[in-house]
């Protein structure tokens, strides 16, 4: 396992942008999965956005205003939100697959053996 930092959330409000950062501090496999996830009170955790090597993936409610990017030689991901609805707030979390099998989907938590503490995105209407 690796420890994850998220930062960068915040206040905005709607059609506004943010942009996340997760710093992994070890080293990371090259074909380690690193995603996003987001998560309201009571409710399950939901998946975002996902990359591994240059495959990347989106839930469709975020396709094409949220972009996720990694840095291997930083060990970084950054969710980049553009035009941000009040609906996607939530606090977010990034995730890393260290070893990734192909068993499950990146859209399941189950791959995923890192967490971070999570960051809080508010978007006021």
């Known amino acids: 396992q690796v420890q994850l930092e998220e930062s960068g959330g915040g206040l905005v409000q709607a059609g506004d942008s943010l942009r996340l950062s997760c710093a992994a501090s070890?080293?990371?496999?090259?074909?380690?999965?690193m995603a996003w996830f987001r998560q309201l009170p009571g409710k399950e955790r939901e998946f975002v956005a996902a990359?591994?090597?240059?495959?990347?993936t989106y839930a469709d409610s975020v396709k094409g205003r949220f972009t996720i990017s990694t840095d291997n030689a930083k060990n970084t991901v950054d969710l980049q939100m553009n035009s941000l609805k009040p609906e996607d707030t939530a606090v977010y979390y990034c995730?890393?697959?260290?070893?990734?099998?192909?068993?499950?989907?990146?859209?399941?938590?189950?791959?995923?053996?890192?967490w971070g503490q999570g960051t809080q995105v508010t978007v006021s209407a």
């Open positions: 995730a890393v697959a260290s070893h990734w099998s192909g068993v499950y989907s990146f859209r399941s938590l189950i791959p995923y053996d890192s």
């Open positions: 070890g080293r990371l496999s090259s074909g380690a999965a």
């Open positions: 990359k591994r090597w240059t495959v990347t």
